[in-house]
């Protein structure tokens, strides 16, 4: 067996140092170019493309650069006559083939901009989830298919009236989907202001009734939301449900204590199974936005957001537990009982609540047959009353009114459930609906239009006017009453008014309007002659008057006087400060021109653009001067050195024209605003 020598060990040392000297000035070879790359472009292209272009470079420099240099060489050396020339075009080399690595990068990020394809660490680590989640998605569009809603869908433009089959079909194929899409059904199932009639009278056919879950998993479910044994907290628990939703399940037990109770405990897998389908709708929302012109009318991506961050609210019991605390207090000098919820008991995804009791009020017709007229009239003027005091004073309303949500007791009290849906108004909002309500009680058009202007969002293009007219028609026609239509008529005319109009309905306005349109349904059951405008135009009136009462009206003006004590206390010295100029002629006047940060950007951009594309074409113009100029000292025996600057020129005329391009296309393409 041979041993190496010391001097061989030195050699294989050497060697192994100088690749890794050389792999290391690789590195900050193709960083130093990819930062240079993505400086001279202006726009955040991503690392990964940026050094595999700048490594591509590196090569590509390397064979050039030396393929330059060897054609200089004679036997094997440079001549002090060719070194300068040989340096000199092996330069010029180098910078075009930055040029063409920095287009190559442009024209990747004009095709494939950053941030379009996927991250290649996630790609590989969110593989199972992307397959499940795929093949969900699969599920779902053979679903659609199934039922004939894709060939219906892209033929649908913004004049559809009557679009029965694929009212049909959307209702079906999101019935078969899950409970996510139920749920997103329902939800567009109240918003007249978006969907025609047709689709309306559709989706609200959708329940979200399913098949129970086993007592085992259940009882583990309660347990588990508890921290400990379900006998510690309850003395017996029904182990048949009361109710079986798709998301939760509700169970009458005793607790401990002897108190009747209700326990809504959520489904093991609704968690899971909601937070794939979301993703899911937002996709099948953008892809909708992308291709079919209606649904970018609608701003469906938007309403898909909405409904997400929505039902997560919904599967957070934290959050009905408050809005039940916050009901609670705004009905608390009412007649309408709230049931008491067990803080103590109740979690993310358990809520134990007081059971009311009663029947729910669509199944309380035994309950009704006894009362008299005097005593139907009360009831639903206190329903009336109570919705009315939560929307117009207190923000906060049940905003699912149906008769499965109200319970009456056997004494006729009644008492509101479920609190999943509750919307909250500004006080603004309040204010505004509370004088619309006082505006259509006086026949009064102008107020009424200007209660609307506030409560809804403003369109640029609004000819107020007209919207004043058509407002001041609906008021006249239903004035009376609706007759045997119902509100439903009435909200929806409404709707489309404002939708004709160009307004958009920001959700929790609709939230009011949907629960006052399901109210009446409510009080058409406790009696169906009674006229429910007239009716909530009554309890309206006593409402506004006293909100706007003398009372309430000096609270507001000593209000306002104490937030105006400021500026009037400096009014004084400013108007002799303006006195005093006007006197000696120095009153002038200070306009900003661009104030606002949009319209400075968008200038800067223009600007920036303007130069950019002047000076490529004045590098460019130059350039071409200097190549087919025919005098001029040589540089080599075929190469004048105007000619080389000439290049180098062109070289920047090329760079400077790539950034202006890559700007423009930045901009069409994603739409960002990187230059503020």
Do not use: C
Request: aromatic share 8%.
């Amino acid at each position: 067996m041979s041993v190496s020598s010391p001097i061989e060990s030195l050699g294989a040392l050497g060697f192994t140092i100088s690749i890794l000297l050389g792999v290391l000035f690789l590195i900050f070879q193709v960083w130093l170019i990819a930062s240079l790359a993505r400086r001279i472009l202006g726009v955040p292209v991503g690392w990964p493309r940026s050094i595999a272009v700048a490594l591509v470079m590196s090569l590509g420099l390397m064979f050039g650069v030396q393929y330059i240099v060897l054609s200089f060489t004679s036997e094997g050396t440079l001549t002090n006559s060719n070194a300068v020339p040989a340096l000199l075009l092996a330069g010029l080399a180098t910078f075009w083939v930055f040029a063409l690595g920095v287009a190559i990068l442009m024209v990747l990020e004009i095709l494939v901009p950053t941030g379009s394809l996927p991250n290649p660490v996630s790609f590989f680590r969110d593989f199972k989830a992307r397959r499940r989640r795929q093949a969900r998605y699969f599920d779902i569009m053979k679903i659609a298919v199934r039922h004939g809603l894709v060939s219906q869908i892209r033929g649908l433009d913004k004049s559809r009236d009557s679009h029965r089959e694929t009212a049909i079909a959307l209702r079906e194929t999101l019935n078969e989907a899950g409970v996510t899409f139920v749920k997103l059904g329902q939800m567009l199932s109240t918003r007249s202001d978006l969907l025609p009639p047709v689709y309306i009278d559709e989706l609200s056919k959708l329940q979200t009734k399913a098949t129970p879950e086993t007592w085992e998993d259940i009882k583990l479910a309660i347990e588990t939301s508890l921290g400990r044994p379900y006998g510690t907290a309850f003395s017996s628990i029904n182990e048949t449900p009361l109710a079986s939703a798709s998301v939760a399940q509700v169970h009458t037990a005793i607790t401990t204590n002897g108190d009747s109770v209700v326990i809504k405990v959520q489904r093991p897998t609704a968690v899971r199974q909601v937070q794939a389908d979301t993703e899911i709708v937002l996709r099948i929302a953008q892809w909708l936005e992308k291709s079919a012109p209606w649904a970018r009318d609608l701003g469906l991506v938007g309403i898909a957001q909405g409904f997400i961050d929505s039902l997560r609210e919904e599967l957070d019991y934290h959050v009905e537990r408050n809005n039940m605390l916050a009901v609670a207090s705004a009905l608390e000098k009412t007649e309408v009982r709230v049931p008491h919820v067990y803080e103590s008991l109740s979690s993310q995804r358990l809520l134990v609540m007081e059971r009311l009791e009663g029947v729910p009020l669509g199944s309380a017709q035994h309950i009704l047959r006894v009362m008299n007229d005097d005593q139907r009239l009360e009831l639903a003027r206190e329903l009336v009353r109570s919705t009315l005091k939560q929307i117009t004073h207190d923000g906060v309303f049940h905003a699912d009114l149906h008769p499965g949500n109200i319970f009456l007791s056997e004494s006729g009290e009644p008492g509101l459930v479920d609190f999943g849906s509750v919307g909250r108004l500004d006080p603004n909002s309040q204010h505004a609906l509370a004088m619309m309500l006082f505006a259509i009680d006086k026949n009064d058009n102008q107020a009424a239009t200007d209660a609307m202007l506030i409560l809804l969002d403003r369109p640029e293009q609004l000819n107020e006017r007209a919207f004043e007219r058509s407002l001041g028609q609906l008021m006249v026609r239903y004035r009376g009453g609706f007759g045997g239509a119902g509100s439903a008529e009435m909200f929806t005319a409404l709707f489309a008014l404002v939708v004709n109009h160009g307004f958009t309905v920001p959700p929790q306005i609709a939230a009011a309007f949907r629960a006052l349109g399901a109210l009446e349904g409510t009080l058409r059951l406790i009696d169906p002659n009674i006229d429910v405008v007239l009716l909530a135009r009554g309890e309206g009136r006593k409402i506004v008057t006293s909100q706007f009462g003398p009372k309430k009206l000096l609270e507001q003006t000593e209000m306002r006087f104490l937030q105006a004590i400021p500026a009037l206390s400096a009014l004084p010295r400013r108007f002799n400060k303006i006195t005093e100029d006007l006197e000696q002629g120095r009153l002038s006047m200070n306009v900003r021109m661009l104030a606002h940060p949009s319209d400075r950007g968008f200038l800067n951009r223009l600007v920036q653009q303007l130069v950019v594309a002047v000076l490529a074409g004045s590098a460019t113009l130059a350039a071409i001067v200097l190549i087919t100029a025919e005098t001029g000292p040589m540089l080599t025996e075929t190469i004048r050195v105007y000619s080389f600057i000439g290049y180098v020129l062109l070289f920047m005329g090329f760079i400077l024209a790539l950034r202006s391009v890559v700007l423009v296309f930045h901009r069409d393409i994603r739409g960002e605003d990187d230059y503020k």
